[in-house]
């Protein structure tokens, strides 16, 4: 995720084939979903 988050100017997190967050870096990252869903938070 580190590499896609360096390289990327938009960002979609797929989930079991569904969008969940969708957006600029600084959006993915602030988002809680992405914690919840890829770190386990």
Known sequence: ????????????L??????IVEGTRAEVVADPRTREVYLGD
């Open 14 to 19: 797929l989930h079991y084939g569904e969008v």
């Open 1 to 12: 995720m580190d590499t896609a988050l360096g390289f990327a100017e938009r960002i979609t």
